[in-house]
């Protein structure tokens, strides 16, 4: 019944959201398949967000939502979890992978590169016409994502790896990896348990963007899945892209105070200076980012919890308010996006902010995943080979390399 309100209160937000997204492609007749897929995905993301107002949040467990395209029977929701709980542990040799990289790598490195090295691993997966290899390789990829974002997270600390525990909820366990140590009890606190799954479900899928595009196009020449996956988690980790979220902390942090806001705001609509105000602006939303409004709601929850205090969150929601009173902003519609917040909550939690594009890229794994499946199974998709257009010179002559 959940899924049935669910998606019924999902129709009217996702005509609001198709016209958001849609409406400057309507003269595009290249873009008519991407808009056909666009609304289908469009519907889950927004059922995602939908969801976090149950009463009794599934939690991101509902990644089976993008996997099979819709939730069915407790059996196959308990099914699909049991599947993920079963994959949860690395290979022992992967944890060797890590003794090559600097303890002070920058975590979107070893991820990229991790990711790519495992599908030795795993050489069936490279049959992508057996939908069972296929779908085990998505298991996998779910599964064991947390385990290596929190054993890149040990790594960069110095600290021992702590295993997955299959009892706990994919936000718990994800937590409990990264912040248990074994000489003390971890007792997870059900708000970060929470706004862990919120951030997770808010990033886990949204249609079209550079890190999807790019997993559909590696993966449609049949590339193993985990290649294409550390392809995507390669674009994700760009300013412009996931690492908007590490940069706006470090933007928010620079600020320092809410006395040097106007200065900042000045030089981000200064053209000659390179200065963005980072987790504003999207290429699709000309709105306000409905995840952003859950992120704030999430980011008050829990610095309460925690009881922080900090200046940060001040400067953070002055210069939201700022921001979306100026008219450089109001008139080109730049409004707060989901990496504005989110990054608070994960600072509040204790993760570093080179950390917050893995977090990132772990909870994208579902959409990427879903994406290329959806790409595989469809008879009409090919090689990707997007057009281009040469403007170069027309006649070039030689010259040879001595007389140049
Ligand atoms: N601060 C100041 N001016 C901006 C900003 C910003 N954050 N974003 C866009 N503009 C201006 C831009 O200079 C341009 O002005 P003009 O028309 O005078 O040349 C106009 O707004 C349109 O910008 P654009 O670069 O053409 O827009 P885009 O759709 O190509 O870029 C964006 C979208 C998200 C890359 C951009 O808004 C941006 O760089 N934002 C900051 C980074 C950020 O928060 N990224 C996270 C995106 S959401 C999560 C995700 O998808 O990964």
Redesign the pocket.
Known sequence: MGLMLLMSNACTLMQAFLHWTLGSHQQDPAKAKLRSLMAKKASYCIAAIQSLNWPNNPGFWKSRIFLIGDLRSQAQFRAFSGQVSEHTLLHTQIDRFFEGFRRDSHPMAMLTGTVGAISAFYPGAMDSSDPEERNLAYIRLIAKMPTLAARIYKYTQGQKFVDPLNELSYGENFLRMCFSVPAEKYKISPTLARAMDKIFILHAD?EQ?ASTSTVRLAGSSGAHPYAAIAAGIAS?WG????G?NE??LNMLREIGTVDRIPEFIER??D?NDSF????????VYKNY?PRATVMQKTAHDVLDELGVDTPILRVAKELERLALEDE??RE?K?YP????YSGIILDAMGFPTEMFTVLFALARTVGWVSQLNEFIEDPSQRIGRPRQIYTGAAMRDFVPINER
């Open positions: 949204h963007n994700l300013p412009s892209h996931g908007a940069a706006c981000s609509k053209k963005r105000l980072m987790g504003f602006g999207h290429r980012d450089y902003f080109k730049l996006n989901v990496d504005f």
